[in-house]
């Protein structure tokens, strides 16, 4: 069973003396996240946080997205009776080259809900273009207003980062600062006291982010100071067991994988062999962190690490049978070469 987390285990302070601190704990919500990627790029540039572009979304993606963003609770008071409406998209019949949602308001009831299609809302890949048919008025939901919105957030999706892919480059600079994801629902991480002044970076990030956000809704982040003692060294090793025995089994996966796939790629194995490497390492600064071994792990490092070996002999082997292929001419081109 994993363990319930409970914030009450720790001693955390807004303010602390840096020599008697564990470390910072940092929590975050990105919330329905879309930002030009060229404001993006430039205020990664600006904070020294590294930019991963990701892949654009496929007109399918951004279509799917943009009309699942079409969501309205509406409730309307007449003659002393109040009804709720919900106003969203719903899937349509489609055909290869013409994606297809429609609008629909349902009625909420107690018994049996009541749905009215209000509008079709379609996008051609043959013309590009975006289309929205057969609009039905309707006192409380605004139709035209709501097609409008599904093909404005169409648009975005298609030219902006989304949340996942900013949660990529927040998981990628926490990475950098050996950062610990704790056992709980959404963004919560303990950062070690070795980069706690970055925190103040990664806090700034997302300030300047929420302001980007062509969304609207707001971004949140805030951290507090673990206290040093103890107890709370202890806690944060079993935060730190539950976390890297997650990597360590992910990485033993992708190590096999690599090892009986016989992967051709030298770059690919040195690259996971480098993660091996700094887990490691990451390892040795929470001992230090914490003032403690953290030996629970031994068995599982010690078959990474294994793994991790044959994966660079095969890397290395691979490299130097490229090296002499390259090395040998063919023959022919041999006699070429003596001709001239």
């Known amino acids: ?20 601190v564990l470390g910072k704990f940092l929590y975050f919500s990105l919330a329905n996240l879309l930002v030009e990627k060229d404001a993006l790029t430039k205020l990664c540039e600006d904070m020294g946080i590294p930019y991963s572009g990701g892949v654009r979304l496929s007109v399918a993606d951004a279509f799917r997205s943009a009309t699942g963003d079409i969501r309205e609770r509406i409730p309307v008071t007449a003659d002393g009776q109040t009804n709720i409406y919900l106003a969203y998209c719903r899937d349509n019949k489609r055909t290869a080259n013409v994606l297809s949602r ?3 308001k349902e009625t909420l009831n107690q018994q049996t809900n009541h749905y009215e299609k209000l509008a079709n809302i379609s996008y ?24 409008r919105w599904a093909e404005e957030l169409f648009e975005l999706y298609q030219r902006c980062a989304n949340r996942r892919q900013v949660e990529t480059i927040c998981a990628n600079y926490l990475r950098s600062l050996e950062s610990t994801k704790v056992s709980i629902a959404g963004h919560m991480y303990f950062v070690p006291r070795t980069h706690m002044e970055k925190v103040d970076i990664f806090e700034d990030f997302l300030a300047l982010l929420s302001r980007l956000n062509r969304n609207g809704t707001p971004l949140t982040v805030n951290s507090l100071y673990v206290i040093d003692d103890a107890k709370q060294r202890d806690k944060m090793a079993q935060e730190f067991y539950i976390a890297v025995k997650k990597e360590i089994l992910e990485y033993q996966d992708k190590c096999d994988y690599f090892i009986k796939s016989g992967s051709n790629s030298p770059a690919v194995m040195d690259r996971w062999v480098l993660k091996v490497q700094a887990l490691e390492e990451r390892k040795r600064h929470y001992e230090a962190v914490l003032r403690q071994e953290l030996n629970g792990l031994d068995d599982e490092f010690s078959t990474l690490k294994f793994l991790a070996q044959e994966l660079q002999l095969r890397a290395n082997s691979l490299r130097a049978q490229k090296k002499t292929q390259k090395g040998k001419k063919d023959p022919m081109q041999q006699t070429i070469d003596l001709a001239a």
């Open 124 to 147: 051609d890949k043959s013309d590009g273009v975006f289309r929205c048919d057969n609009l039905v008025p309707d006192d409380a939901v605004d139709v035209r207003g709501c097609c």
């Open 102 to 104: 429609e609008l629909v």
């Open 1 to 20: 069973m994993e363990q319930v987390f409970d914030m009450q285990d720790f001693i955390v302070a807004t303010q602390a003396d840096e020599g008697h």
